[in-house]
């Protein structure tokens, strides 16, 4: 009892006592301070094993006690145990239980504490791996094939067909030299299938995209006969696609059912998919009977809407009427597998849920959903137009038959659609009365359906030049939907058709910023900007379509006619040379561009597109006209004559172009097929002074006895002129006495405004003639045409002509009634 301590009554009961205290064994900042430790750790005082037994009254470190042998062997007493840290002999006992801590039992006594073996320096470098092995080598030949064949891959996904090919047939390569190594070093069996298997299938999909289908034939049977190939059978798919590429299609139907034979009941789709092959196979080959057997299984196992499509069209081919209903009510019954609509309208309480639906609103799932959707409704569509006309008696009672299934089905909101085809079908039947009453209907519709319907018929009316019910209709589709850019752009064309053209750019601009897309409305702005005279702007709009429609050869014109107004004519023949390479035989254009040419003085370049446009459209005159004063300047009067006939035959009331086929006669030397060319003009046109005088003087110089009679004719017919120019300088002064005496009453006005009148329209006739005085070597050519120069008379030189420009480029685009239909 002695060694036991009561707690003083008064003392209360501390459950934290002693919590705060702090021992100073347990303080290990200052232990490089502690020269005690610091020399327990430098010598073997600090190793010594601590002592088991902590009770008074024991051998606490044993003693010594002798033996028959004389050692002394520390031994523990009862309350103890044996010192496991004893040293005997001079050497530490094993301490095989803390070896794997660093520890070790070799340790010496006196050495130094290094558990973490830092004393021995820093480890020895790892050991490179010797290359030079067959197995690394083949390895590193392994690794290689595997990346060739990667990089194959990514090329023909950059579609890079050439460099993909190649990097196959090298991977083809090195993998060859890879099993001869394997056979050199007698590890044959361990040759990699899977690699060459990857290696010449790679190699055959290249050779196919290629279109080297031969090779690629020759690479799939390797893979085929091999039998050490699993599932190889199945590559007669791939077989059969390139023989249905070329066109070999009993092969193709061949090499389909041995792969279909080869798949199990298993894989389900992949056996539909080959049958669907199968199906379409047979359209081609015109057997519609297989076609439908194959579509009907498909349509009866696993319906999809390309197989109800096809369906129909067989149908359609052998003309079953029955059948086409059925196989269009099978067609809107397909399930398409996906959400409605209605699941991505987020609601108005629950902030989280919002988030969730504005995330997944665009994500790619739902795009491939709005994608699945829009290619039924492009099948729907296209089967109703088709098999309306065929089903019924009349087109409108199969598309009322068609609209009633529609709207019994998924698709309700399509039977609008099929209503406004019907009107498009009505117009393709020129029967706009009934194509106009049908768009009638959709005016009490929903907003989109009429503004749809309002916006074909403003269309309808504008084509009409109706041009007050193409406005009323145009704000009515407005009206309905705001921000239809179809609607704003025939509002637009209805304003310009005003030639109020600022407001009329509007309307444009209003478009583009509800459509940035809307090329009709770009392409309106931008004539709109020519007419007002914005030719920069005009510029601008037009560089901005051409950026969307790459090939559009009125975008190319329009570029150039700019170019030309604002007087660069390099720039102008850049964009004309361009036109060329859209339409090579565009008679006008060649024309255009032998025009710019001439202007710059490059005869040969310009007669070279003059001659194009010729031998394309041979009826131009102006074309005609500008070859043949080309050739009369060139001295090769004989080939200007066929010009000059051409015209003549175009023009026969002209005698300008008889009298230059003459001129070319009489300048060529053929002076009596000039004589015989001139009568036949005389007989023709008996008044002219030009043909008068020539024959003068031809028969003058040639020596005939008609001269005399020719010179009367032509005295005859200057006395004539004379009269009549008398009387036009008599009825303008009397028209001139009128107008000062402008009060002198009505009925005396209106009498002198006629008589002006007349004599004016006398001066217009009669001013080209040359007067009675003047003689005939030097007659003015105003009756001529200004290309034609006569030898006889002055020189005169001749101007630039200027061909026919386009009647297009101040016509504005109108929207197609096609694209108002099925608006996105």
Not at 128 to 140: A, G, L, M, R, S
Not at 398 to 407: A, I, L, P
Not at 614 to 626: A, G, K, L, T
Not at 679 to 694: Q, S, T
């Amino acid at each position: 009892m002695e060694n036991v301590h009561l707690v003083p009554e008064e003392e209360e009961d501390d459950l934290y006592t002693g919590y705060n205290d702090y021992n100073p064994t347990f303080d290990s900042e200052d232990l490089h301070n502690d020269a005690a430790f610091q020399q327990a750790v430098r010598t073997s005082h600090g190793r010594r094993p601590p002592m088991t037994a902590k009770y008074p009254g024991t051998a606490i470190g044993g003693r010594p006690i002798g033996t028959a042998y004389g050692s002394r062997i520390p031994v523990g007493t009862a309350m103890g145990r044996p010192m496991t840290g004893a040293v005997q002999d001079g050497a530490a006992r094993p301490m095989t239980a803390v070896r794997a801590a660093g520890y070790s039992s070799a340790i010496a006594r006196g050495s130094v504490f290094d558990p973490l073996g830092q004393a021995k320096g820093p480890a020895p470098p790892l050991e490179t791996k010797n290359e030079d092995t067959p197995e690394e080598k083949i390895k590193i030949l392994e690794k290689k094939v595997n990346d060739l064949i990667e990089e194959s891959c990514l090329a023909h996904a950059r579609e890079d067909l050439q460099l993909s090919l190649e990097k196959a047939k090298e991977a083809g390569r090195k993998e060859r030299a890879l099993v001869r190594q394997r056979e050199q070093t007698g590890t044959a069996d361990h040759i990699n299938l899977d690699l060459t298997y990857s290696v010449l299938f790679n190699l055959a999909n290249q050779y196919a995209n290629n279109d080297m289908y031969t090779e690629a034939l020759n690479t799939y049977q390797v893979i085929v006969k091999n039998k050490m190939f699993n599932n190889a059978g199945r590559l007669k798919v791939n077989m059969a696609n390139i023989y249905f590429k070329q066109k070999n299609y009993t092969k193709a139907i061949k090499f389909y059912r041995m792969a279909l034979d080869q798949i199990s009941n298993a894989h389900n789709a992949m056996r539909i998919k080959i049958m669907q092959n199968i199906g379409v196979v047979f359209i081609h080959m015109g057997q519609y009977s297989d076609a439908i057997t194959s579509f009907e299984y498909i349509m009866s196992e696993s319906p999809n809407i390309k197989t109800g499509f096809n369906l129909i069209l067989s149908y359609y081919a052998i003309g079953d009427r029955e059948r086409m209903k059925k196989a269009f009510q099978k067609l809107i019954c397909v399930p398409l597998g996906i959400d409605d609509d209605d699941k991505y309208i987020p609601p108005n309480d629950d902030p989280h849920a919002n988030m969730v639906i504005e995330a997944i609103k665009n994500d790619k799932l739902h795009q491939m959903e709005r994608d699945r959707k829009a290619l039924a409704e492009k099948y729907i569509m296209t089967s109703a137009k088709l098999i309306a006309p065929a089903i019924e008696s009349s087109f409108a009672a199969g598309f009322d038959w068609c609209v009633d299934m529609v709207k019994g089905s998924q698709y309700v909101e399509l039977a609008n659609d099929l209503e406004i085809n019907k009107a498009i079908t009505y117009l393709r039947q020129r029967d706009f009365k009934q194509a106009v009453e049908t768009l009638k209907m959709f005016e009490k519709k929903d907003s989109r359906v009429k503004s749809a319907a309002a916006t074909n018929l403003s269309f309808l009316y504008f084509l009409e030049k109706d041009f007050d019910q193409a406005d009323r209709y145009a704000e009515l589709a407005m009206s309905a939907d705001r921000y239809n850019p179809a609607a704003l752009v025939n509002k637009g064309n209805t304003v310009f058709a005003k030639e109020d053209y600022e407001k009329a750019a509007e309307f444009y601009k209003e478009a583009l910023r509800n459509d940035s897309s809307c090329t009709e409305a770009l392409y309106n702005l931008g004539l709109t900007y020519k007419r007002l005279g914005r030719l920069e702007e005009a510029l601008d709009c037009f560089l901005k379509l051409h950026a969307i429609l790459r090939n559009s050869a009125q975008v190319m014109y329009q570029l150039a006619n700019l170019y030309e107004m604002l007087e660069d004519p390099h720039q102008a023949i850049e964009w004309l040379m361009q036109l060329t390479s859209v339409t090579p035989t565009d008679a006008q254009v060649l024309a255009k561009l032998g025009d710019l040419y001439d202007n710059e003085g490059d005869k040969s370049q310009a007669f070279q597109y003059y001659y194009e446009s010729y031998r394309y459209f041979p009826s131009n005159i102006s074309v005609i006209e500008w070859l043949g004063a080309y050739y009369i300047d060139t001295q090769f009067c004989e080939k200007a004559i066929q010009y000059f006939e051409r015209a003549t035959l175009i023009q026969p009331t002209q005698v300008k172009w008889q009298l230059m086929v003459a001129s070319c006669y009489r300048r060529s030397g053929n002076y009596q097929k000039a004589l015989e060319t001139y009568k036949d003009i005389h007989r023709k046109f008996p008044e002219n002074v030009e043909c008068l005088r020539f024959l003068v003087r031809l028969c003058t110089d040639m020596g005939l006895k008609e001269v005399q009679d020719y010179a009367t004719k032509l005295k005859k017919v200057e006395k004539m002129k004379e009269i009549r120019e008398q009387r036009v300088r008599s009825g303008r002064d009397s028209s001139a006495r009128g107008r000062r005496e402008g009060s002198a009453g009505s009925d005396s006005g209106q009498s002198n405004h006629g008589t002006s009148a007349k004599g004016e329209r006398l001066s217009v006739k009669l001013k080209t003639l040359p007067g009675s005085n003047e003689p005939y070597e030097a007659s003015t050519q105003q009756e001529i045409d200004a290309s034609y120069v006569d030898p006889l008379g002055p020189q005169m030189q001749r101007p630039k002509t200027a061909a026919r420009k386009r009647n297009e480029e101040d016509e504005f685009a109108d929207e197609e009634l096609g694209d108002d239909l099925l608006p996105e």
